[in-house]
Nanobody, 126 residues
């Protein structure tokens, strides 16, 4: 599978962005997906994940209530709607595919993901 993230950019604090992650080369609807982010000098951190069906989601406490993860299996695309953005949300955002097929858990560890997109930069100005 290949993942292509897009939608990053510069936005003012309080604004919104929607990230997309297009998948190809593997049955997208059979595996869970996640979003992670990373800033210079820090480890990559979990943001949100969604199961293969789109019926279950999990969020980091720092984004809960502001970000929404979703997927459209007919379009092989993962989304991250980000509202009420804060300067501390500034990071490179990565989408990733769960290594398990039809997994029942919602993994937050990056070790559970075996395919990664190239990242898209989100910059939130104060």
């Amino acid at each position: 599978v290949q993942l292509q993230a897009s939608g990053g950019g510069l936005v003012q604090a309080g604004g919104s962005l929607r990230l997309s992650c297009a998948a190809s080369g593997r049955t997208f609807s059979s595996f869970g997906m996640g979003w992670f982010r990373q800033t210079p000098g820090k480890e990559r951190e979990f943001v949100a994940c969604i199961d293969w069906s789109g019926g279950s989601t999990r969020y980091a406490d720092s984004v809960k209530g502001r970000f929404t993860i979703s997927r459209d299996n007919t379009k092989n695309t993962l989304y991250l709607q980000m509202n009420a953005l804060k300067p501390e949300d500034t990071a490179v955002y990565y989408c990733a595919a769960d290594r398990k097929v039809y997994g029942s858990d919602l993994p937050y560890s990056q070790n559970e993901y075996n395919v990664w997109g190239q990242g898209t930069l989100v910059t939130v100005s104060s």
